[in-house]
């Protein structure tokens, strides 16, 4: 199979791993990712992480999304903390890295189109997020709330109004105090539910 019948196979794919392009081209693994180093080795090909490509231009046919793309890196994830918080207005910076949750062991990515950090979670803890529309893609995203909690959770030390203050965070009218408290609740965490009653009365 050269290139062109490839890319025109996998139109529909922004992003593919080998399994994915394996099913998709009805070859086996090994034959397929001999194709791919060497379409890489050429430039057709971008590098995500191990295993798993992208087209590089002009033979990409669709726009990345770096967010679905960080969803799709590594499973099962949610965008979170710092990138959620940005994205939702929370916080006054531009936030470049993305940064996720998941319930495996933490990693860090980076490739063409940016910095892919995931922090490890607790299975129990792994919820309040959802799927929103960007740029045509369904991407899985941390409620703002949870946003919230999950940086608490993983910046450690204590959450008190100094610190809260320094974080600049901006409009709160847009959490929900008792989402944030019910949701605190289920860390089982004294050091989260003192955070989100602090967050209450500032």
Known sequence: MNIEAF??????????DISMAAQMAGESRHTLRTQLHRWT??????PLRRGMYAFAEPERRRAINPAALANFMYRPSYLSTYWALGYFGLIPERVVELTS????VPREFINDFGTFRYSNIKR????????VAMDGNKVLLAEPEKALLDLWHLERGVWNRER?????????ETIDRQRLED??????SPRLTRAAGVWAET
């Open 7 to 16: 890319r025109t196979l996998m139109a529909d794919q922004p992003f593919f």
């Open 41 to 46: 080795r050429s430039g057709k090909l971008l």
């Open 101 to 104: 949750i998941t319930t495996r």
């Open 124 to 131: 129990e803890a792994f919820f309040g997020y959802a799927a």
């Open 164 to 172: 809260m203050v320094e974080m600049r965070f901006r409009a709160p």
């Open 183 to 188: 949701y605190a609740a289920r860390f089982r």
